[in-house]
Nanobody, 124 residues
Framework: QVRLVESGGDFVQAGGSLRLSCAAS????????MAWFRQAPGKEREFVSN????????NYADSVRGRFTISRDNAKSTLYLQMNSLKPEDTAVYSC?????????????????WGQGTQVTVSS
C-alpha cells in the first residue's frame, strides 16, 4: 500500500553536508508521522529523527540534534533530512519510515512501512 524511496546518499568528507529525500506514494502521506532511521554495519538500526503530519512537532536523536534538520513537503509527498557537520560516525544506510504514532514514539517497531535506504558515507 505504501512505497517509500530514499535518495541523496553519497560520499562526503567530514564536516560536509547532504540532503536526503524520501518520496512517498500509495498512502495518505500528510496524515502520517515520518521518520528517519539509520543502520551502520554490525549495529542495530537506530532512530535519527521524526516529524508529525503538520511538521510542527519534531524529534531528534541526541547524536544528531543541532546538526540535522528534518522537514516535509506534503504537497510533494516528500520527507527530507538536511545533514550538516557530518561526522564519520554518521556513516550508515539511512531509511525513511512512516507510522501512525506521535513523534514521542521513536522505536523502529512503531513504523510499519519502510524504504530500501540510501547509503551515506562520511570520510575523515
Amino acid at each position: 500500500q505504501v512505497r517509500l524511496v530514499e535518495s541523496g546518499g553519497d560520499f562526503v568528507q567530514a564536516g560536509g553536508s547532504l540532503r536526503l529525500s524520501c518520496a512517498a506514494s500509495g498512502r495518505s502521506f500528510s496524515s502520517d508521522t515520518m521518520a528517519w532511521f539509520r543502520q551502520a554495519p554490525g549495529k542495530e538500526r537506530e532512530f535519527v529523527s521524526n516529524i508529525n503530519w503538520i511538521g510542527a512537532s519534531k524529534n531528534y536523536a541526541d547524536s544528531v540534534r543541532g546538526r540535522f534538520t528534518i522537514s516535509r513537503d506534503n504537497a510533494k509527498s516528500t520527507l527530507y533530512l538536511q545533514m550538516n557537520s557530518l561526522k564519520p560516525e554518521d556513516t550508515a544506510v539511512y531509511s525513511c519510515a512512516t507510522g501512525q504514532y506521535s513523534v514521542a514514539y521513536t522505536s523502529q517497531y512503531y513504523y510499519p512501512y519502510w524504504g530500501q535506504g540510501t547509503q551515506v558515507t562520511v570520510s575523515s
